[in-house]
């Protein structure tokens, strides 16, 4: 434990001041009773420097707490804190420094006697933003009984990581046409009836390892065949969340970009529990592809890759939207979006050609107080989606997650 050198406190200073300067003009006047005052004042302070440094508590915390929450909710904060030593006399004042994200920092003060203890603090913040974070140091100031000294020290404890997740909603339903297999896919061929040859195949394509080829099927077919590495019916979906910082409303948790991110996680979550193949696009790259492993691990991912999603400076969303190959032909795209212009519309009409079905939220503008100009171009954006193939529903102001999902949700059940 690393223990900085006491020292007075504003107490301690002006006893020091007013039993120095007592002591002197005392001495210089020939009154040794009122230097000998002086002296004492002194030395109270010198004492109780002494006790701060020599009668020191030996100080441990530990934490019980969760280590991922969502945002905007409270974080429950259990600290044990213990003294090992016998001596210490100290009276007690903590801070436990919480980052931005989980909220403001703790403070609380602990008396104690003489002797070994340990005692539990309890205390709630509230987790503002999302993101990794490292809980405490816990800081202490100790303070002789008299008042006039003191010291600090940061609290030795085991690292303690906390993740503020998006808030995810619990969502039902998919969009029309959403559930039958990544679009563009041949129609693959099963050979034999059961055990090693009870394969799919589909044709060659350029690209293919030759490591695949299927050679009995290629013979008997009179095409280059290959074996496929994924079964075609397990559908594919791409999540497009728009971050950007000048398309959306409001700030913290109240804004629809934190909105989005919650839509993007909730959604997401549910396609992967359906054991959709998830990939997520941000408006500058790709943030999750599926590992096509485990689903409790890509829900990991995902979450986790949206823990760290932070809002983007770019002004449209071609960048992210043109990586082809982290899109391609999904039989499902949602988007989840802020304020649309021309050319973001063109883009997202490009990438919902090559998808089975294309659905987006957009926001109400309107309901945000958004006028003139910047509202007409955002809704004839939307106008653009629509007549493109699109399913848009517009979310007004406070509309809730699940709600804004299955009201999108049988828009597209009606079109």
Not at 23 to 28: E, I, L, N, P
Not at 61 to 88: D, F, K, M, Q, Y
Not at 151 to 166: A, D, I, N
Not at 369 to 398: K, N
Request: net charge neutral; charged share 20%.
């Amino acid at each position: 434990m690393s223990v900085s050198l006491p020292h007075p406190t504003l107490r301690g200073v002006t006893l020091l001041v007013a039993g120095g300067s007592l002591a002197a003009a005392a001495s210089a006047i020939g009154e040794p009773d009122l230097a000998a005052v002086g002296v004492a004042l002194v030395g109270i302070v010198v004492l109780g420097l002494l006790i701060t440094w020599l009668a020191r508590p030996v100080l441990g915390v530990t934490r019980s707490t969760a280590l991922e929450i969502p945002v905007g909710s409270p974080l429950e904060e259990h600290l044990t804190v213990s003294n090992t030593s016998r001596l210490a006399l100290s009276g007690l004042q903590f801070h436990d420094v919480q980052p931005a994200g989980p909220g403001t920092d703790a403070r609380f003060s602990l008396l104690r006697g003489m002797g070994a203890w340990e005692q539990t603090v309890n205390y709630q913040v509230d987790a503002t933003l999302r993101g990794h974070y490292r809980q405490g140091p816990l800081l202490v100031r100790a303070f002789d009984p008299f008042g006039v000294a003191s010291h600090r020290w940061q609290v030795p404890e085991e690292p303690s990581r906390l993740r503020v997740t998006p808030r995810i909603w619990p969502v039902t339903g998919l969009p029309n046409r959403a559930g039958t297999g990544a679009a563009g896919e041949a129609t693959p061929q099963r050979v034999g009836q059961a055990g090693q040859d009870d394969i799919l195949v589909r044709e060659h394509r350029q690209g293919d390892d030759l490591r695949r080829v299927h050679w009995r099927m290629t013979a008997k077919q009179g095409d280059l065949m290959v074996r496929l590495e994924e079964h075609p019916w397990d559908p594919a979906a791409t999540l497009v969340v728009d971050v950007r910082s000048s398309a959306h409303f409001g700030r913290g948790t109240g804004s629809t970009l934190e909105w989005a991110v919650s839509m993007c996680a909730s959604v997401g979550v549910y396609l992967l529990r359906r054991r959709h193949l998830v990939t997520v696009v941000a408006p500058e790259s790709t943030i999750h592809t599926p590992t096509r492993l485990d689903m409790s691990v890509d829900r990991d991912r995902l979450v986790a890759a949206l823990t760290d999603l932070k809002e983007s400076r770019t002004v449209d969303l071609g960048q992210g939207l043109s990586d082809t190959e982290a899109i391609g032909n999904h039989s499902l795209v949602i988007a989840v979006l802020g304020k649309l212009g021309a050319a973001d519309a063109s883009a997202l009409t490009a990438v919902g050609s090559r998808a089975g079905s294309a659905v987006a939220l957009a926001p109400d503008v309107a309901s945000f107080g958004l006028t003139g100009e910047a509202a007409r171009m955002h809704d004839e954006a939307c106008r653009l989606l629509e007549s493109s193939g699109w399913t848009v529903h517009r979310y007004v102001a406070g509309e809730g997650v699940p709600d804004a999902w299955q009201a999108l949700v049988e828009r597209s059940r009606v079109r």
